[in-house]
């Protein structure tokens, strides 16, 4: 068994510190920390995307309509599925990427 304290964990540049908590062929689960007015800007990804929110506020953008997310809240996306998330008081989430690496997901010199 693997155990983190989300709550805890620092991340002091709010997206610039992405925390990878585990990845493998399975998944890639990450904890960011959106600082106050920090977003994460309209994007895809070639992984089903499934976010948690921890704590805080995030506002959420898909398919032309936003949301406002709350603790407890769970969103996900398709792959290439574009979206943004958006914190205007800040907020800690969860994202997890399955499976890891996705088709198509750029791998470098592997």
């Known amino acids: 068994m693997q155990r983190w304290d989300l709550m805890q964990m620092d991340a002091p540049d709010g997206t610039r510190d992405p925390i990878v908590l585990h990845s493998d062929d399975g998944a890639r689960a990450v904890l960011i920390v959106l600082s106050p007015g920090q977003s994460l800007g ?10 948690t929110v921890l704590d805080g506020t995030v506002q959420i953008t898909a398919g032309g309509e936003t949301i406002e997310a709350g603790r407890g809240t769970m969103a996900r996306f398709d792959p290439d599925e574009r979206h943004a998330l958006r914190s205007e008081e800040g907020a800690r989430i ?6 890891w ?10």
């Open 94 to 99: 969860v994202m997890v990427l399955a499976p």
């Open 101 to 110: 690496p996705g088709a198509g997901h750029y791998r470098g010199n592997r």
């Open 42 to 51: 309209d994007h895809q990804v070639k992984e089903n995307a499934w976010v």
